[in-house]
């Protein structure tokens, strides 16, 4: 006999929204305040039922009560784990070519912080975001509504030696670029065309050295003087997007 599948709770209407578009057949059940009648909440209920997917109206303490930890805007879903998986770290190794963009997350621990460089990573265009299976924040629901839908969308690989993961994609070619606020050069002087990947860590605390070590070069964000750092999905914001634009994306 086999166990039912886990579930999970989505909340807010970027995540529930893209769990519909991405897998409408893994949402149980969509919950919804009855109250709240404007036009995001038709157009999500509208895209619910389109997909066969159940819809429950629901009072304010019910929604909190599934929700308890993260604003819902109105909207909870209940959905199945799923089969689907993104690639692979090797299948990202064999697939390594001059478009590879990948961003590294070292010792990000908070789920926000990390639900909020997957939205960052994906608005950017990166193919999946990389992180150490210990010392790292999970996608659970504060991570996931952070986010806002791009955990649905946008690989998270994770590895158990980060370090070794870095030289293993500096042998497939990826150039691996660490922010540091002690960096030689800014950003805006350097080359980041070609395969490349971001090497990001936590604020405060930054890269760790193994981290640091396998980089190919440090390159720092210029600040105005007497600020010491930025959050780590500020830091990832400036740094892919120069990315982004250097790389002629649209």
Known sequence: MTSAAPHRVLAGFHAVGARLRAEPESVETVYFDANRRDARMQRLLAQAKERAVRCVAADAPRLQGLSPDVPHQGVVALVRATQRTGPSFEELLDGAGPATFLLLLDGVTDPRNLGACMRTAAAAGVDAVIAPRDRSATLDAPAAKAAAGAAEVLPLVTVTNLARAMRDLRDAGVRIVGADAEGPRSLYECDLTGPLAWALGAEGTGL??????????????????????LNVSVAAGVCLFESRRQRGLP
Do not use: H, Q
């Open 208 to 229: 760790r050295r193994l981290t640091r070590e396998n980089c190919d070069e440090l390159l720092r964000i210029p600040m105005a003087e007497g600020v010491e750092s």
